[in-house]
T-cell receptor, first 110, second 114 residues
Framework: RKEVEQDPGPFNVPEGATVAFNCTYSNSASQSFFWYRQDCRKEPKLLMS???SGNEDGRFTAQLNRASQYISLLIRDSKLSDSATYLC???????????FGTGTRLKVLA | ETGVTQTPRHLVMGMTNKKSLKCEQHLGHNAMYWYKQSAKKPLELMFV???????ENNSVPSRFSPECPNSSHLFLHLHTLQPEDSALYLCASSRGDSLQETQYFGPGTRLLVL
C-alpha cells in the first residue's frame, strides 16, 4: 500500500461548483498534514496546513480524520484559476520526510 | 516569488557529462532539501541539510552528490547519469527542520539525460 494515496483525476468541474478531494495515508503515526498546489510546469506552493480541528481559508476548507486516516480539501465556488494539481503531504515523527501524494488534477471549466 | 532560486532552469546532458545544479535561498532558512519529481510519480525526497549538515540521504545513488557550503546555498553534482534520471529536480528550504515547518520550493531544474 502506498504511504499517501490520491485519486489522480482529472476532476473536471464547471465554474462555481464545489469540489472535494480526499487523500489517504497509511502510517497512523503521521504527524503533520499539508495541501500544496502545483501549476503545470511550476513548483509546488503551500495552499494550507491541515489542523486536527479542521481549518478554513476563504473558499478552501481542509479536514483531518485520524480514525480513518485521511485528509480532505473542499473548494467552494471554483474559479478558472483553481485549475492545478493538488498535492497531499504527510509527515511522520522521527524522520525529516515530507511524503507527497501523486496529486489530484483539477480542471475548472468556463 | 518564493525566494528560492535554481539554476539552470533546463539542462540537457549526456551520460558521460558532469554538471551541477545550484539552489540559493534568500529567506534566512536553516534547512534545505533536494527533491526529484518524475512524470506520474510523487515528489521523492533525495537529501536534507540542516544547518549545513546532511541529515537525510534517502538511498540516492552515488552519481548524485550534494554539497551545502553554507545555509543559503545547495548544490547537486551530477556525474554518469542514466536516462531514467531525467526529471524535474526541485530545491526547497524551510526555517528549521521541524516537520511542522513549511517548505518553500524553487522553480526547479528540468533535466534531460541522453
Amino acid at each position: 500500500r502506498k504511504e499517501v494515496e490520491q485519486d489522480p483525476g482529472p476532476f473536471n468541474v464547471p465554474e462555481g461548483a464545489t469540489v472535494a478531494f480526499n487523500c489517504t495515508y497509511s502510517n497512523s503515526a503521521s504527524q503533520s498534514f499539508f495541501w500544496y498546489r502545483q501549476d503545470c510546469r511550476k513548483e509546488p506552493k503551500l495552499l494550507m496546513s491541515v489542523y486536527s480541528s479542521g481549518n478554513e481559508d476563504g473558499r478552501f476548507t481542509a479536514q483531518l480524520n485520524r480514525a480513518s486516516q485521511y485528509i480532505s480539501l473542499l473548494i467552494r465556488d471554483s474559479k478558472l484559476s483553481d485549475s492545478a494539481t493538488y498535492l497531499c503531504v504527510v509527515t511522520t515523527s522521527g524522520t525529516y520526510k515530507y511524503i507527497f501524494g501523486t496529486g489530484t488534477r483539477l480542471k475548472v471549466l468556463a | 516569488e518564493t525566494g528560492v532560486t535554481q539554476t539552470p532552469r533546463h539542462l540537457v546532458m549526456g551520460m558521460t557529462n558532469k554538471k551541477s545544479l545550484k539552489c540559493e535561498q534568500h529567506l534566512g532558512h536553516n534547512a534545505m532539501y533536494w527533491y526529484k519529481q518524475s512524470a506520474k510519480k510523487p515528489l521523492e525526497l533525495m537529501f536534507v541539510y540542516s544547518l549545513e549538515e546532511r541529515v537525510e540521504n534517502n538511498s540516492v545513488p552515488s552519481r548524485f552528490s550534494p554539497e551545502c557550503p553554507n545555509s543559503s546555498h545547495l548544490f547537486l553534482h551530477l556525474h554518469t547519469l542514466q536516462p531514467e534520471d531525467s526529471a524535474l529536480y526541485l530545491c526547497a528550504s524551510s526555517r528549521g527542520d521541524s516537520l511542522q515547518e513549511t517548505q518553500y520550493f524553487g522553480p526547479g531544474t528540468r533535466l534531460l539525460v541522453l
